[in-house]
């Protein structure tokens, strides 16, 4: 069984800073892409920033310069930084990841449960 498990999220002043963390356990043999998406109330789901196995990375123009993916692929963790966060950053932010099972040939995409990020005064 492979799990995907955020954490990090919470209420920020505007301006203000998180980092949110994505840990994935279970028997992994490796993991491909990774991905932080978010979804706000009443909008669809959205990519906000994934980074690859080789470490190349992709963010969505909205948060281009204040959020930061990586990832520690020995610990099976992937991170985001976000920085001078806005009140329409607030969303529940996903972790998605491809991920190859130990035994298996192909990968599986898997998503954790969310962590919410509240940017409020």
């Known amino acids: 069984q492979v799990q995907l498990v955020e954490s990090g999220g919470g209420l920020v002043q505007p301006g203000g800073s998180l980092r949110l963390s994505c840990v994935a356990s279970g028997s992994i043999s490796s993991i491909k892409s990774m991905g932080w998406y978010r979804q706000a109330p009443g909008k669809q789901r959205e990519l906000v920033a994934s980074i690859a196995g080789g470490g190349s990375t992709n963010y969505a123009d909205s948060v281009k310069g204040r959020f930061i993916i990586s990832r520690d692929n020995a610990k099976n963790t992937m991170y985001l930084q976000m920085n001078s966060l806005k009140p329409e950053d607030t969303a529940v932010y996903y972790c998605?990841?491809?991920?190859?099972?130990?035994?298996?040939?192909?990968?599986?995409?898997?998503w954790g449960q969310g962590t919410q990020v509240t940017v409020s005064s």
């Open positions: 998605n990841a491809d991920i190859r099972k130990v035994g298996l040939v192909g990968s599986v995409n898997y």
